[in-house]
């Protein structure tokens, strides 16, 4: 069951809930998308790419983004 709140008053809700007995399978702060971009064509093809390259990467752990793309648009791309 997720739980929202400010990220500055994560480590206060947490501790509150875990007061109240509830224990986590998991508990972390997350960027919450409000609004996307749709990208087509060229742009896609070079956002895909860099995604790709950020996979590729063993010191990155986690990519947020914002980004549309219709399936058509990524069955062109490949």
Do not use: C, R
């Not at 109240?20 to 896609?44: M, P, R």
């Amino acid at each position: 069951m997720p739980k929202f709140t400010h990220p500055h008053e994560y480590e206060k809700v947490k501790t509150a809930l875990e007061a109240q007995g509830l224990q986590f399978a998991e508990a972390s702060v997350s960027w919450i998308l409000q609004n996307t971009i749709k990208v087509e064509g060229e742009n896609a093809e070079k956002l895909l790419k860099m995604m790709d390259s950020f996979d590729d990467l063993d010191d990155v752990q986690d990519v947020y983004s914002n980004y549309e793309m219709d399936e058509e648009e990524m069955a062109k791309i490949g």
